[in-house]
């Protein structure tokens, strides 16, 4: 079992940066891609990014490329999503992922965070 507890959310204006932070506690992390989804109400949890286990290599959706950014440390078994530049389109609940595989497809990851909420509002 890999537990993951995301923290960091919270309330932003437009153009301004947050960044949530994974914690995972368990089985070994550096085994582990992390993932970042999603979600928005009445909307499906969509991926945003994902980090392979080493962290040195980094996909993103399209609509987040360029102003989000994912790294890790497995030092601290922690991962990180850097969000700059936020838009009110970026307001949701997010998710990290602990999967054994890279893939934007939430069917691949085995374990959960129970979510954070970022709201971008002025």
């Known amino acids: 079992q890999v537990q993951l507890v995301e923290s960091g959310g919270g309330l932003v204006q437009p153009g301004g940066s947050l960044r949530l932070s994974c914690a995972a506690s368990g089985r070994t992390f550096s085994n582990y891609a992390m993932g970042w989804f999603r979600q928005a109400p009445g909307r499906e949890r969509d991926f945003v990014g994902v980090?392979?286990?080493?962290?040195?290599?980094?996909y993103y959706a399209d609509s987040v490329k360029g102003r989000f950014t994912i790294s890790r440390d497995n030092a601290k078994n922690t991962a990180y999503l850097q969000m700059n530049t936020l838009k009110p389109e970026d307001t949701a609940v997010y998710y990290c992922?602990?999967?054994?595989?890279?893939?934007?497809?939430?069917?691949?990851?085995?374990?959960w965070g129970q979510g954070t909420q970022v709201t971008v509002s002025s």
């Open positions: 980090i392979n286990s080493s962290g040195m290599n980094t």
């Open positions: 992922a602990a999967g054994r595989l890279v893939s934007s497809g939430r069917g691949v990851y085995d374990y």
